[in-house]
Each structure stands twice: as C-alpha cells, then as structure tokens.
C-alpha cells in the first residue's frame, strides 16, 4: 500500500467536515453540490461543482481535478450518494483525497441519515477505501481517527461534529 501522508487525511477530514456542514440542513430531494478542497503551496481553495444532475457535477469535478492536478500538492473531493448495506441502501458521503506522491486517490466513505429523515446524523465509523479494498485494524483505525481530527479542524462544523455523531 502507498503510503498516505496524514496532511492528505486532515484534508480529506476537511472537506468531509464541510460536505457535512452542507448537508446538515437540506431539505427532502436536494443533494449536496459536490465540492473539492485544493490545495497548493499550503494554501487551500473551495470548489464547487454544480450541473444539471449529481452524476454530470461529479463527473465534471473528476475532470476538473484531473486536469488540474499536476498543479496541485493535494485535492479532496467530496460528493453525496448510497451505499448497498445489509438488505438496504444508506445514505453517506465519499471523500476522494490524493498527493503528490500517491497513484491513486484513498477514499473515505461516512455514513449518515438526512435531515429530512426527522434528524440529520453522522453514522458510525468512516470506511477507509484504498485501491478498491476496505481497510481494517489498526492501520483503519488510525486513519479514521486522523480523519476526525481534520473534520474538528473545521471552523464550523468541527465544533457541531459530536452533537452530530452517533457511533453506530
């Protein structure tokens, strides 16, 4: 496995911070507009990928970023969507993050329940996702809490993260 530097995850952590804070309050039918978080030379930068549907904005972010990648130091994509679990689908949020030194961007994916649902809520443990294969132990658990650690970096959300979490 590459190695994933943690300034990547504290980024990735960022932007799942802010996706998070997006979506905290959205009405029944409306998704997050997927967002990136650059950056360069220590500096970070918001973008945000809006379209017609959440399939052409995604797609147009991964564009976007491909193209401007050999510019960048890192980048973290978030975007909304759901994941097959048990006999259902969930809500979660996925958060592609890559740097300079890596082939391919690590994912991080989180579970979470709408606030149309009666209570917006983050679900459980982030699933840390590289080259298609789920993590787990210890190597998980350490990039899991250094994702936390940038979402509490967040200037709004972080403070708003435990009210928000529910462990399971």
Known sequence: MAVIPDSLVLLAGFAL?????????????????????????????????????QEEAIAQAKAALAQRQPELDA?????????????????????????????QPITFVQEFSPYSSGAFRVRGDALAIVDGRTLAGAEAARLVEKLYEGVRQHPKAGQ??????IKR
Do not use: N
């Open 75 to 103: 980048w973290a994509l978030a975007r909304e969507g759901v994941m097959s679990k048990g006999t259902g689908k969930v809500d979660v949020l996925s958060v592609d993050a890559w740097a300079k030194e890596m082939g």
């Open 17 to 53: 911070a802010h996706a998070v804070w997006s979506v905290s309050d959205l009405p029944r039918g409306e998704l997050l507009v997927p967002l990136a978080v650059v950056e360069k030379d220590g500096r970070r930068q918001l973008l945000r990928f809006e379209a017609r549907t």
């Open 160 to 165: 708003l993260w435990p009210g928000w979490r």
